[in-house]
């Protein structure tokens, strides 16, 4: 069984920094596409970013700059490097995978961790 284990949330200053990481476990052949969300109280679930297996990467516009995601395909992990912290960044992050190979061949078209809190407060 595939589980996404996110980690590195945490209560942080407004102007600080983050990392989060995320993990896949199981016995995985490839992820295609890895993905961070952020859902804060009383909105709705976003996109942050999201890059696919071959380095391509998507940002939502108003994270272009302050956050930078990356990944390690031989540890199928990927990252989210968060500088230059808000308050209104304050949210429950989610990772994503989308086209998950076992290699039992199993596909998971889409699969969630459990979430991250982040806040940022001074």
């Known amino acids: 069984q595939v589980q996404l284990v996110e980690s590195g949330g945490g209560l942080v200053q407004p102007g600080g920094s983050l990392r989060l990481s995320c993990a896949a476990s199981?016995?995985?052949?490839?992820?295609?596409?890895m993905g961070w969300y952020r859902q804060a109280p009383g909105k709705e679930r976003e996109l942050v970013a999201s890059i696919a297996s071959g380095g391509y990467t998507n940002y939502a516009d108003s994270m272009t700059g302050r956050f930078t995601i990356s990944r390690d395909n031989a540890k199928n992990t990927v990252y989210l490097q968060m500088n230059r912290l808000k308050p209104e960044d304050t949210a429950v992050y989610y990772c994503?995978?989308?086209?998950?190979?076992?290699?039992?061949?199993?596909?998971?078209?889409?699969?969630w961790g459990q979430g991250t809190l982040v806040t940022v407060s001074s």
């Open positions: 994503r995978g989308d086209g998950i190979l076992t290699l039992g061949g199993y596909r998971y078209l889409e699969l």
């Open positions: 199981g016995s995985i052949f490839s992820i295609h596409v």
